[in-house]
Each structure stands twice: as C-alpha cells, then as structure tokens.
C-alpha cells in the first residue's frame, strides 16, 4: 500500500476547479454525478477490498476522485471513460496528483458497453461509481465479458441497489436480481448521502458487493437460461405457464418444462432463484 500524501486525492474546491478548467458541467444525459469527499472515496476502496496486487478496472471514472484513491490501493487500475473531454483529461490529472504511480495506470476511451478487452494483465476487481441510467447493463456486461473479476463494488442509485441485492419472493426481486446472481453471491454494501456529490442527485446512492462464483450447474447455455428470465418478469403478474408461454412455443410446453424443473406451473417468476431457472431453461423443448 502507498503512503501517498492525502493532499492526492480531490476535495470539493479540486473537483469544481478542475471542471471549471476543462470547461466541463456534469450531464443528466450520462448520469454524471463527481464524487467530491475524499473520505467516501477512501470508505469505497476499504469496502470492496482492494489489495495492493490487485488489477482493478474502473467505469465512468470522471474527474478522477475514486482512481486516485483505487491507484493508492491496487497494484495497477484500468479506467473506462466514454466522454471525450474527461478521458484527455484523467491522465494527467493523474500524473500531476500521483506522479509516481502514473505508470501503473491505462484509460480505455470507450463506451464500457463495447468494451471487450483491456490493457495489460486481467482485472481482478472491479470498482466504480456507475452512471445511474446505465448501471445494470454495464454490470453485467463486465461481469460477462471478464471472468477474472472476482471481486466487485459498484456505486448505484439506491433502488437499482435494492434491485440487485433482492432475493426469491421479495417485491423488487427481478431481472436485474437473477442475473447478477448468476455471476456471484450479491448484497448491499452500506449507504451513500446525496451532499458527497457535485451536483446533489435527488436520489439516495448504495453500495452493492458481488464477490464471483460459479454460476448454477446445468446444461443450459447463460443465453438460455437469461432468456427464460427474461420472458418471466415480462409479464410478472401472470403465472410462469402463461408468462413461458412465447418462450415455450405454448402454455402447454412451458408446463412441461416447469415441471420436469420441479417448479409449479402456477408459480411467478419472483419466487424463482437463478437455480431453479437454469432448471427450466434445460427442459426447454427444442
């Protein structure tokens, strides 16, 4: 772990300089909202557990305030910025605030959603404060396409949160819920205020931890089984014959498939664990 000088990482009056400098003012259209207290930056990196060997891949880093503190942390950090504007900008800020870690850092200026690869060796972890109105599909696209992501900590709204965390049977338990447990074990990692943010979101943030497992044993490809996912909370009133119907090929063959699953006909799709959707999926008639 670094000693580095906390006068590294960015407070309010570096973040509004540095912004005012670049010309840059936070879009609703991205979700951006800059982190401006060093001390939730410094809480972020001790939550998700970053060890000074890991490799950590960061998205939507912004300013910058969460890479100082991650570089201070990890053995080398990879940022994925898609605005123009910011991603010029990072390296240097990083340079000039952690000149002696400058070497162990790479910026991908993409759009994390394209992303299929990265520099240098595979991440281990990933940490990141998400923009609110990408966060899932950018989750579960990195936890896809980057197997050796063990460990991850994400910053979201705090109903996607929720969202995320939900078990069988809770009432926002859904998509979101299902797949993100096919990749790993998830749960809420704690609370962040409004007032640590430029500018205030007029929503409450929360920390998610998805630590890696293998996802349910089962002969079924992920596409499958997430198809099966999909078409049971489209219709999350109906009962899963009626909701599998169009996934099936009828009411009749998606009956079949639930019960050689063992899961009842009459059953709806926020009762289910990823378990017992990857059960169906394989019943599926070809």
Do not use: C
């Not at 990265?118 to 896809?144: D, E, K, R, S």
């Not at 709204?157 to 790993?184: C, F, H, I, M």
């Amino acid at each position: 772990m670094s000693t580095t000088d906390p006068g590294a990482l960015l407070g309010p009056a570096d973040v509004r300089e540095l912004a005012a400098a670049l010309g840059v003012r936070p879009t609703k259209q991205r979700g951006q909202n800059f982190v401006i207290d060093a001390n939730t930056v410094r809480r972020i990196v001790r939550t998700a557990q970053v060890r000074p060997d890991d490799v950590v891949v960061e998205v939507g880093p912004g300013l910058g305030s969460l890479t100082l503190a991650l570089l201070e942390a990890a053995d080398r950090v990879t940022a994925i910025e898609i605005d123009d504007v910011l991603a010029q900008a990072l390296p240097a800020t990083v340079a000039a605030r952690l000149p002696e870690r400058a070497e162990r850092f790479a910026l991908v200026h993409r759009d994390a959603l394209l992303v299929d690869e990265l520099p240098g060796p595979p991440p281990t972890a990933m940490v990141a404060n998400l923009p609110y109105n990408v966060a899932v599909p950018v989750l579960l696209h990195m936890l896809a396409t980057f197997p050796t992501i063990e460990r991850t900590l994400v910053m979201v709204q705090s109903e996607v949160a929720d969202r995320l965390a939900a078990t069988p049977g809770s009432k926002v338990y859904g998509v979101p819920s299902v797949k993100a447990n096919w990749y790993a074990e998830v749960k809420r990692a704690g609370a962040i205020g409004r007032n640590v943010f430029w500018p205030a979101p007029n929503v409450d943030s929360g920390l998610v931890s998805l630590v890696r497992r293998e996802p349910p044993a089962t002969t079924a490809s992920r596409t499958d089984v997430f198809a099966a996912v999909d078409a049971a909370f489209a219709q999350r009133r109906k009962t899963l014959r009626a909701a599998l119907s169009g996934w099936a090929g009828s009411a009749a063959a998606a009956e079949t498939a639930l019960l050689a699953a063992g899961v009842s006909p009459q059953a709806r799709g926020e009762s289910l664990s990823v378990a017992e959707f990857a059960a169906i999926a394989e019943h599926r008639p070809a």
